[in-house]
């Protein structure tokens, strides 16, 4: 029989169906297995992208709370200049709480913080009112509490907030804050010698800390049992407020020589140099020490039987004294003897306070003149009245008018006054270092400060001093009106650092 004609086995279909069976199966869990893996690899780019945009939004957030907290630090450290140090600690209310717990509580470094820790994270960027709500005032900027009322607050307790611009059409919206407290530097050794109860609402040493803490928004989250709604970064910085020019004496002559501005020092009996019961009319800083020239002594030569009773001070007639050693002992008065300190004080930090700078020599008649600002002395010196203000003028001046003013007025060429001048503050003449007041009536109240520095290549060393006075004119020192005027100048940045929730103590 031909094999195509053999019958088939009866169960032959049977076994194909089998096989065919068998295929789809293992197809089936095949499909399923890919499924699966391409299922977990797109969970996974879901998990990866959200962590990453976590990521990422973490770390503009973090530059963000960064930047915020530096600009806090900046502009907290411009508006150091003005105010009593006193004040600022204790808040515009000019209170604060005696209670023994709240005073140590002060003295402690977290107490420096503007908002504690858990608050921070969780604040509202845009609208802090509640988180803020009932904390005391202690520590933020303002103007300063005078005569029963309340300071001006320059830095509100709801922080500062930092805007982005918006898209056409839409709202700006605040994207980070900063809040800024001050505080003292308690328990160090400066401040105790000045302080020795050590209270956190008193400065003793000229040296407060500010803290700047700044928040930008992130991707919520629930950490513990508190909310986390922001970056937080906090800044530290450490702010001196240096005496250099808290001067102790109503002229003081800083030069190697010192010799008169014009025919004589004193002419006549007419002008008056008075120091008060504590200091000198006429201090003498004598910063080459051991050249065989005593300035001091070359002051005293110019002075008359007959104009002995005209320099009072400190009980001494007539009042000279050489106040080199003084200085050298103070760690901020020192820097007086040091002809590149002042040349750098009045190229640098000078510029940088002035309400006015002039260029070249300049005559003021006493019409057209700039304003130099105004004092009264029978107000307190935070009055909202007082204008003081910082002039630099970059060469010589003469003041052939009637002119007045109040702060710091800073002269690099020669200041000469034959008008009237009513000044209240501080006159350095820096650079030149010549200074004649001959005008009928003319009255510094403050202090008065020459010293011979020119700048030669870089260097500067002290030369000689040139100094007449007569004519009616009158320097009277007056330590309020100094310090008044001492306060204008920007303060020192003596520390920086970051602090972490784990390194404050």
Known sequence: MHPSQRPCPKNAGIHWKLRANGDCGLALVICLIVLALFTLIGLSLAVNAGTEMRIGDNFEALVQSRQAALAGLHHAAELLRGPDFDDLLAGPDGTYDHASAYLAYARRHRYRNPLDWPAAAEVDV???????????????IHSGYCNGAAGTVLIPLQGAACSLLPVPGGNVRAVS???VKVSDNNGEASELAADPSDNPFLDGDGVVVVRSLGIAGTIGGVVGLRERRNSVTVYEGRYRRRQTFDLDAAVTL??????????A???????????????????????GRGDGIEPWRQVTSYVGAEQEEQIQGAGLVPSVVDLTSSAHAHPDKRFLLDGLYLADFVSRTVPRAAD??????????????PDLGAYDPALPCNAAAQRPRVTLVKGS???SGEISGAGILVVQGGLHVTGRLAFSGLIL?????????????????GA??????????????HEEARFSIGGGAQVVFDRNAVRMAVRLLPVTQEGFREITSTTDP
């Open 429 to 445: 003449v820096v650079g030149t270092g010549d200074l004649a007041l001959k005008g009928a009536g003319t009255e510094i109240r």
């Open 448 to 461: 008065v400060f020459v010293a011979g520095v020119p700048a030669l290549g870089g260097t500067a060393s």
């Open 265 to 287: 020092m004193f002419e006549g009996r007419e002008f008056h140099i008075h120091g008060g019961s504590a200091e000198p009319g006429i201090g003498v800083l004598d910063p």
């Open 254 to 263: 800083c030069a190697r020589d010192v010799s008169p501005s014009g025919p």
């Open 356 to 369: 006015s700078v002039f260029a070249g020599d300049l005559d003021w008649p006493g019409t057209g003149t």
């Open 126 to 140: 845009v609208d802090p009112g509640a988180w803020v709500s009932g904390l005391p005032d202690d520590g933020l």
């Open 177 to 179: 804050r900063y809040f």
């Open 397 to 399: 001046l003469a003041v």
